[in-house]
């Protein structure tokens, strides 16, 4: 298995990253923010190229119904348009608000020690602020500060008015405890919806989480944008992480989907991920779940994102969802890709719980 590491990733990425982590030897790609390795598998081998038929706009005409017919090319669900027309409503919004009441949403985000990996994920989430008009602010520390210095910063982010949503870039150097930093962070502000009242909140019914974390909010964003219907539907989510698998399952639970979740331990995954009108995959193997384990006219939303060798690539790796997507097009009825599906909504939704909140802390319609 060839292995490198490359510090480059959607511009869309959040801002958790998770240590890599192995598992029966193999190597898995963390959050789209972390760093990643590149990978061949043999499942990767088969299902190797890539023919993408895209949507330019989001259309209503897919039916997550597993007793459709199948199509003969699931339409793609075009998460970078999405994304685009979300930015451009979040533009209209700011600039409203800036025009009525002279505020602008802020996002602050601390930034420790010198990994061009976070520096870049850094940048990008205040390029995306800019050209909405969100006012970015950014603590650069270096390496060797002390938990206490982050909590100052995070402490006084809290405070700050102008300031309506604040992250820290992950991983935080290993002498720092993240839990406590993050935990520091005030849940008004916490636009990643990581903390546990924001979860809290969404596992329990009739509540109402102040922010959904970015990621699962997007892949129901792009199901509503397509007029997929949910309610009443089976859903499967593959993988139980904090920050995607499980808050998917809540939020397709909160939209009245019957779900099951397969994760590691679960036995004939690919019996019960047949079942689904509706799968969101959220587990970092390239190509794990393959045609025959989707049901005809099933709908897909793909967040892995999965580096794999590629000597035809400029830089010699491409990247690739959980879904054998070849397989997946001739199966299912609509599917998001990779790249341009899930991550282009994660960072938009990141600006929309930036939005969210400088609306809720000034009381502004
Ligand atoms: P985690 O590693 O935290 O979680 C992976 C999940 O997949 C775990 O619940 C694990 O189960 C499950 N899993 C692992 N192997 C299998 C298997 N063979 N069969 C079934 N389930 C399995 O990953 P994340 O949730 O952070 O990320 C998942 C993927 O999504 C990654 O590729 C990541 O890069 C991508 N991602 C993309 C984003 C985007 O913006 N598009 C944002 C965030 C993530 P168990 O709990 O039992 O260990």
Same mark, same amino acid.
């Given at each position: ?5 490359? =510090? ?50 989001? =259309?209503?005409? %897919? ?90 910063? %995070? ?140 049901? &005809? ?13 590629? &000597? ?24 998001? &890709? ?28």
């Amino acid at each position: 298995m060839a292995s490198m590491m490359f =510090t480059d990733c959607s511009s869309a990425a959040t801002s958790r990253l998770i240590p890599l982590h192995r598992r029966t030897g193999a190597v898995f790609l963390r959050h789209c923010v972390g760093q990643l390795r590149l990978r061949t598998t043999s499942s990767e081998r088969s299902c190797s190229t890539l023919s993408v038929r895209s949507s330019s706009s989001p =259309t209503p005409v %897919v039916s997550a119904d597993a007793n459709s017919e199948a199509a003969a090319s699931a339409m793609v669900i075009d998460g970078k348009a999405v994304a685009k027309k979300i930015r451009e409503e979040i533009a209209v919004e700011v600039s409203r608000m800036k025009d009525s009441i002279g505020l602008v949403p802020g996002l602050a985000v601390i930034l420790v020690g010198d990994r061009k990996d976070s520096a870049t994920y850094v940048r990008n989430k205040k390029k995306a602020c800019g050209s909405v008009g969100i006012n970015s602010f950014e603590v650069h520390l270096p390496e060797d500060s002390s938990e206490g210095e982050v909590l100052k910063f %995070v402490s006084s982010f809290n405070d700050d008015p102008s300031v309506h949503g604040i992250l820290v870039q992950l991983p935080l150097p290993s002498h720092m405890n993240e839990e406590n930093v993050l935990s520091a962070i005030s849940c008004e502000k916490d636009v990643d919806g990581f903390g546990s009242q924001n979860i809290g909140e969404l596992a329990m019914r009739g509540r109402e989480p102040l922010f959904v974390p970015c990621t699962p909010k997007g892949c129901i964003e792009l199901l509503r944008r397509y007029n997929i219907e949910i309610k009443g539907k089976r859903a499967v989510v593959i993988g139980r992480s904090n920050i995607v698998g499980m808050p998917a399952a809540l939020l397709l639970l909160g939209e009245d989907a019957t779900v099951s979740i397969v994760h590691s331990r679960t036995k004939n995954p690919e019996d019960i991920t047949r079942q689904a009108d509706i799968i969101i995959s959220a587990v970092g193997q390239p190509n794990m779940v393959r045609g025959n384990w989707i049901k &005809p006219g099933a709908v897909i939303i793909d967040v892995g994102i999965n580096p794999v060798e590629d &000597p035809k690539a400029p830089r010699g790796y491409r990247l690739v969802g959980d879904i054998c997507y070849e397989e997946a097009r001739s199966v299912a009825s609509a599917i998001t &890709p990779v790249p341009g599906g899930v991550g282009p909504m994660t960072i938009a939704m990141l600006l929309s719980n930036t939005l969210l909140s400088a609306k809720r802390i000034h009381n502004f319609r």
